[in-house]
């Protein structure tokens, strides 16, 4: 299995709303991230856990709360969220922390979220 | 400074083509370097990791000049299914995080 599933696929959400993207992986990587993608522009880092505790934090508003219940889940909670905060959110898993020689990142196929 | 700098293109080639591009990073103690490809709303998915010696894979070849501190790949006789968009990524030695560069679009045209 190498797979990194991200659920849901397509999201649509109020600004008054909350809800969670979620993130699951069956590799044993023990690392794993949260990107944000606008369209035309390179993923930008939000988050990064390692061995389950949270290591980066890219000076993300607190209106994005990650959340590794386990080394195999990733969640990431969303409330009150801004329209400029439309993007595609990917979640991604390395075997070892970013850093380690040669550790490649397997990514998710993301959310695309619109927050109206 | 950008930590990595990528022409962003567009490339449009016809098929059957050679294709190079060029990813340039400031960081000289940068260990690990990576070739990603992201067709459009989709996730990036590697495509290769970049060696010292440089290394091919099929009609794929990327290459590392520490020397002048860039990488590139080179894409042989160019499919239609070539067409995506090609971010490179560097990551500094003892650094928590991999940089992205901005990637760079290419369309394969028939």
């Known amino acids: 299995d190498t797979e990194v599933t991200q659920t849901p696929k397509h999201l649509v959400m109020g600004m008054t709303n909350k809800k969670s993207l979620k993130c699951e992986q069956h590799m044993g990587h023990r690392a794993m991230y949260w990107y944000k993608q606008k369209a035309k522009k390179p993923p930008e880092l939000m988050f990064v856990y390692s061995y389950e505790k949270l290591s980066i934090n890219e000076s993300v508003p607190s209106r994005f709360s990650p959340e590794c219940p386990n080394s195999s889940l990733l969640n990431l909670h969303l409330h009150a969220l801004q329209p400029e905060d439309s993007a595609l959110y990917l979640c991604?898993?390395?075997?070892?922390?970013?850093?380690?020689?040669?550790?490649?990142?397997?990514f998710g196929s993301g959310t695309q979220l619109s927050v109206l | 400074r950008k930590e990595v700098e990528q022409d962003p293109g567009p490339f449009n080639v016809p098929e059957g083509a050679t294709v190079a591009f060029n990813c340039t990073y400031s960081?000289?103690?940068?260990?690990?370097f990576f070739w990603y490809r992201q067709d459009c709303r989709k996730e990036p998915k590697l495509l290769m990791s970049?060696?010292?010696s440089g290394n091919e894979d099929g009609r794929f070849t990327a290459q590392l000049n520490r020397a002048s501190q860039y990488i590139s790949l080179l894409i042989r006789d160019s499919k239609l299914s070539d067409s995506a968009t090609y971010l490179c990524v560097v990551v500094p030695t003892g650094a928590n995080n991999l940089f992205f560069g901005t990637g760079t679009r290419l369309t394969v045209i028939p």
């Open positions: 991604a898993s390395s075997q070892g922390p970013t850093g380690a020689t040669n550790e490649k990142l397997f």
């Open positions: 970049v060696y010292s």
């Open positions: 960081n000289s103690a940068s260990q690990s």
